[in-house]
C-alpha cells in the first residue's frame, strides 16, 4: 500500500513539473477546412464548454473515408483513440465531424455525454 502511494505521489509531481495537463479537448483538421486562426478560436470555445459540462469535445475533418459511411469511418476513428474527459471512467465526449467525402457531418457522443 505504502509503495502505491508513493509511485502515485511520484507521478503526480512528474506530471506537474512536465506542465501536463488533462485533454479538455482536440482537433483533427484533416481536410484542413480551418485557418490556425480559427482553429486557435474554436479550441479556445471548446475548452471552455469541455470544463463547463465535464466533456471533452472534439473536431474532426477529413475528406477521404477509404470508402467507409461516415458512421463507420467516426466510429473506427473514436476506437482507435481514447477520448474522454480527465480520467472518466465512462470516457465522456462529444465530437463534431465533418465529412468531406460523402458530404455529412456527424455528430457522435459517448460516456454520459450520450444522448
Given at each position: ?38 482553429e ?74 450520450i444522448?
Amino acid at each position: 500500500m505504502k509503495k502505491t502511494v508513493i509511485t502515485v505521489m511520484a507521478l503526480v509531481f512528474f506530471c506537474l513539473l512536465c506542465g501536463f495537463t488533462p485533454r479538455l479537448s482536440e482537433m483533427f483538421d484533416e481536410a484542413d477546412l480551418f485557418t490556425a486562426e480559427e482553429e486557435k478560436s474554436l479550441a479556445g470555445e471548446a475548452e471552455q464548454l469541455a470544463e463547463k459540462t465535464k466533456t471533452e469535445v472534439v473536431f474532426l475533418t477529413y475528406d477521404d473515408a477509404e470508402g467507409k459511411d461516415t458512421e463507420q469511418y467516426t466510429d473506427d476513428f473514436c476506437d482507435e483513440r481514447e477520448f474522454g474527459y480527465g480520467g472518466d471512467e465512462e470516457k465522456t465526449f462529444m465530437m463534431l465531424a465533418i465529412d468531406m467525402d460523402n458530404r455529412e457531418v456527424y455528430v457522435k457522443t459517448g460516456g454520459t455525454a450520450i444522448a
